[in-house]
């Protein structure tokens, strides 16, 4: 019986490394330090007699030899993968570094609560979260997960939809008693509007059929977004504020809401991340929560509003 003349445990992590894109990546999601990795990949290509990866270039790539190892390996891979989790089971505790972006005020009162739950379920994954509403290059940045709200525009990039979100009109109920509320979105360009920096110049409203595409005068023009929620509350004017982030002060009776029967368009919010074939445990099984957790999560907010009405 003939040998392999290399390890499939050298293999398999040449295809997770090329994969990741680089050693550096490789090693933060799979918590393996760099040198093993560094160590596996010369050994594999020492075994081959074949030349790998680029070391003429500062950025990771393939030789053509090995982008046609790595297409070759990935069926192996695959299964070796699927063979690994029916054995130890998809309950082994997950590990390893999971980068992750989401956007203002969702970010902070949706997608945080989650991702704090689950490390403390799985003590062994760290997690790097940013909070803005700047859209991230997830590939550039290494982002492995990204909670974004709004049409998506990266094809290259796996997408899964797991809910929608609404914002709605609103101002503190000190503004509405000194300057009432408009009756019609006609009369919107008398008032004072709060927006924030990345809002689109004009305002879509609908109601029964009817379309209203507004313009309307700034006041305030503020970032990130979850700020925008304080010169509402102080009476500075009107705003369009997402649903979560104002249901308890509409519950207070803090807020109040303008043109209820007027409706902005809903938003999908999407996880996105990078269209890898594969995903380590840990960014797989925190995407999982995610996705199970944020229309729970919307709802539980939302309900607030509805029960302190």
Not at 126 to 139: L, S
Not at 202 to 230: F, H, I, K, M, V
Not at 261 to 278: A, G, M
Request: aromatic share 6%; net charge negative; hydrophobic share 45%.
């Amino acid at each position: 019986m003939n040998t392999l003349p290399y390890s499939l445990d050298d293999l398999y992590w040449f295809a997770l490394i090329a994969d990741a894109g680089s050693l550096s990546r490789a090693s933060r999601q799979y918590d393996v330090a760099k040198s093993t990795l560094s160590r596996r990949l010369a050994r594999l290509e020492e075994m081959t007699g074949l030349a790998l990866v680029q070391r003429n270039s500062a950025a990771f790539s393939l030789t053509d030899a090995g982008q046609q190892l790595l297409e070759e390996a990935w069926p192996l891979v695959r299964r070796m993968e699927m063979l690994s989790t029916e054995l130890i089971g998809r309950e082994a505790e997950p590990r390893g570094l999971v980068r992750l972006s989401a956007s203002g005020a969702f970010g902070k009162l949706v997608v945080l609560p989650i991702v704090l739950e689950f490390m403390c379920r799985y003590p062994r994954v760290d997690v790097e979260m940013e909070i803005t509403d700047q859209r991230a290059d997830v590939v550039a940045n290494a982002i492995d997960i990204a909670v974004r709200i709004g049409a998506m525009t990266d094809s290259d990039l796996f997408a899964r939809k797991v809910a929608t979100v609404c914002r709605i009109l609103c101002a503190s109920a000190g503004y509405a008693q000194a300057r009432g509320l408009p009756a019609h979105p006609d009369e919107m360009e008398h008032y004072d509007f709060l927006v924030q920096s990345r809002s689109a110049a004009e305002l879509e409203l609908r109601c029964n059929g009817r379309t209203r595409t507004l313009t309307t005068p700034r006041r305030l023009t503020l970032s990130p977004s979850d700020q925008l929620l304080a010169p509402v509350r102080a009476g500075l004017g009107i705003a369009h504020l997402g649903e979560i982030q104002c249901a308890q002060h509409l519950a207070t009776g803090e807020l109040v809401r303008v043109l209820p029967e007027w409706e902005i368009p809903e938003f999908d919010v999407y996880l996105v991340s990078p269209n890898r074939r594969y995903r380590p445990p840990a960014v797989r099984m925190l995407m999982d929560e995610l996705a199970q957790r944020i229309p729970t999560a919307i709802s539980s907010l939302i309900e607030t509003d509805q029960h302190g009405a």
